[in-house]
């Protein structure tokens, strides 16, 4: 299969699951803490992928720790995680 083929289809793909979670994002309950998580954690992500020598420094552990950190969907689901559970709900 053609590579162009393959990349238009990745791109149709990205394209549908961003949708998606923009329509999900949208119908829910946007309160302040609601904000405050999603917008925390978007900058965190995008700063994460942008600034990969900002884990330089961590130990390897044998686990490639340093390449799931630089790829900020991680780093950005648990700080949602941690903030979602720890933020007061009201």
């Known amino acids: ?12 793909m990205f394209g549908l699951i961003t949708a998606a979670g923009i329509k999900l ?5 946007m309160s302040q803490r609601n904000i405050l998580i999603l ?3 978007l900058s965190f992500g995008i ?5 990969p020598q900002f884990v ?3 130990p390897d552990f044998g686990i490639k720790l340093k390449l799931l950190l630089t ?7 648990l700080l ?9 709900k009201k």
């Open 56 to 58: 330089a420094h961590i």
């Open 39 to 41: 917008a925390l954690s």
């Open 71 to 77: 790829t900020g969907l991680i780093p950005a689901g």
């Open 80 to 88: 949602a995680f941690i903030l979602n559970a720890t933020l007061p």
């Open 1 to 12: 299969m053609p590579e162009s083929v393959i990349g238009g289809a990745a791109i149709i």
């Open 47 to 51: 700063g994460m992928s942008l600034l």
């Open 25 to 29: 994002i949208s119908q829910s309950e």
